[in-house]
């Protein structure tokens, strides 16, 4: 998938301002070309798991279809590898189909990485920064 880095520093500002609770929202998509980032809140406000609010959600997915975009998950790890957590691969069957973009705050320099997730089965995908 491709990002600009514009788009990209949007990610990493949404969980630098929402530290030290992990943060959340959806990517627009289209031809493997990220074309929207969709922030939202976290319903659940902790550092440890999120929950896209129910009416960002809703608002967001009707956005997104309107535009034809496909979606991604995106949330952040405030303290921990940005790799998906169980917690995170339990949330997946929730979404079947999206890829999860993770950014990690517990390194010197925040780092988004992508990932298909298909049951207990988790695959990196390389993210293009342009």
């Known amino acids: 998938m491709r990002i600009s880095a514009s788009l990209l ?5 949404h969980a630098q301002a929402e530290a030290p609770s992990e943060c959340c929202g959806v990517l627009g998509s289209i031809d493997g070309r990220v074309t929207n980032f969709y922030p939202a809140r976290n319903k659940e406000q ?13 608002e967001i997915y009707g ?13 952040s790890h405030p303290k921990t590898e940005g790799v998906p ?8 069957s929730r979404w079947p189909g999206s890829a ?6 517990a390194g010197e320099q925040p780092v988004v ?12 995908v ?4 342009e």
């Open 9 to 13: 520093a949007q990610l990493i500002a």
């Open 46 to 58: 902790s550092p440890m798991r999120f929950e896209i609010h129910p009416q960002d959600q809703f």
């Open 85 to 92: 957590s169980q917690t995170d691969i339990n949330l997946a």
């Open 113 to 124: 990485r992508l990932f298909e997730i298909d049951g207990p089965a988790v695959k990196e």
């Open 63 to 75: 956005l997104t279809e309107e535009r034809g975009e496909d979606t991604t998950i995106f949330h």
């Open 126 to 129: 390389e993210l293009v920064v």
């Open 100 to 105: 999860w973009a993770i950014c990690s705050l």
